[in-house]
């Protein structure tokens, strides 16, 4: 697996955009543009969520998906020359507040918290209303 550091979290304002990044390093680091990288974000008091996802399905070529509440307003993307997975982050709502967790897996079906063996430490978001 990968370790994996965020950034790129703070406090905004309702409406306002953030961008994390994730970048990834450790000895299977060559071979981390075909994991699965996915986003969740842990509210205080909530169980961690599902926030973005994004799968190998080919040379260059990846397939991504989106909680319902985020639909339409973050991006996920990666840089593989960085090794660095990004989470785009617009029209912020207070109820987006939480921190915002990247995680990996050589799996293809990783999907759910239990199945990425690799994490970072989290960033903390926070959206005023």
């Known amino acids: 697996q990968v370790q994996l550091v965020e950034s790129g979290g703070g406090l905004v304002q309702a409406g306002d955009s953030l961008r994390l990044s994730c970048v990834a390093s450790?000895?299977?680091?060559?071979?981390?543009?075909?994991?699965?990288m996915a986003w969740f974000r842990q509210a205080p008091g909530k169980e961690r969520e599902f926030v973005a996802i994004i799968r190998w399905i080919g040379t260059n070529a990846y397939i991504a998906d989106y909680a319902d509440s985020v639909k339409g307003r973050f991006t996920i993307s990666r840089d593989n020359t960085k090794n660095t997975m990004y989470l785009q982050m617009n029209s912020l709502k207070p109820e987006d507040t939480a921190i915002y967790y990247c995680?990996?897996?050589?799996?293809?079906?990783?999907?759910?918290?239990?199945?990425?063996?690799?994490w970072g430490q989290g960033t903390q978001v926070t959206v005023s209303s």
């Open positions: 995680a990996a897996d050589r799996l293809r079906g990783a999907l759910g918290p239990a199945d990425f063996r690799s």
């Open positions: 450790g000895r299977a680091v060559s071979t981390v543009s075909t994991y699965t």
